[in-house]
């Protein structure tokens, strides 16, 4: 079972940063699952979510900001003093530090008054830096993933979702995008879900597990993928 930071490791660093991915990657998580938007002007950003104003006490949508106005904000201190100074990090800025081997999962943020850009640009900057191959993207957005599917014909998709489907793999069937993951809260998560899910050759990516005690339990299921905001915690199984 591979273990993935959430937004880095994100109990002990602020969320999708440098300073957790950093931390996650000396932890020895196998990968992490992190956010992509896109600012104003157009450029690929870790960020979770749509506002600036939880993680930076600036104000604004991302969407709505240009790269030098999110660069110009602290995204460290609202967690912690120590980590004052870290910021909202270009997509480009991320690969750079994350080692080939580990895998990514990115979320591909967007809404259905956004345009189509974000899939394009963050697969080309995937594509430039090596990482199409290593990659899952994701997305509560299947719109997004379908265009994704027509810009990368053989990128690796995981379908988000957040509920208790009712037949979720006739849903994955009408979706005919070729799925490799499906990617439910893990509250959700029972032997069953993860037996079909095997049975009809997907992957089981669950969020967000954040204990021992959980772990194990998930492990003993046969899912595929954890991801959680304590690598560690996760990792003392092995």
Known sequence: MLVLGHRGASGY??????A????????GCHGFEFDVQLSRDGEPVVHHDWSVERTT?????IRDLTFREIRSL????????????QKIPALAEVLELIPEKMLLNVELKSRASDGPGLEEKTISVLQKHGRLENTILSSFNHLSLERARDIAPGIRLGMLYEALLLRPFDYVEK??????SIHPLHDYVSPALVLETHR??????????????RTAELREYGVDIVITNYPDRCLELE
Not at 13 to 18: D, Q, R
Not at 20 to 27: C, E, P, R, V, Y
Not at 74 to 84: I, L, M, N, Q, T
Not at 202 to 213: G, P
Request: proline letters at 4%.
């Open 175 to 180: 979706l005919d995008l070729g799925l490799y």
């Open 74 to 85: 602290d995204a460290g201190k609202w967690f912690s003093p120590e980590f004052r100074g």
């Open 20 to 27: 957790a991915f950093g931390l996650g990657i000396s932890q």
């Open 200 to 213: 009809r050759g997907l992957k089981m990516a669950c969020w967000t597990v954040n204990t021992r005690e």
């Open 13 to 18: 660093a602020p969320e999708n940063t440098i």
């Open 57 to 61: 006490g600036g104000t604004g949508d």
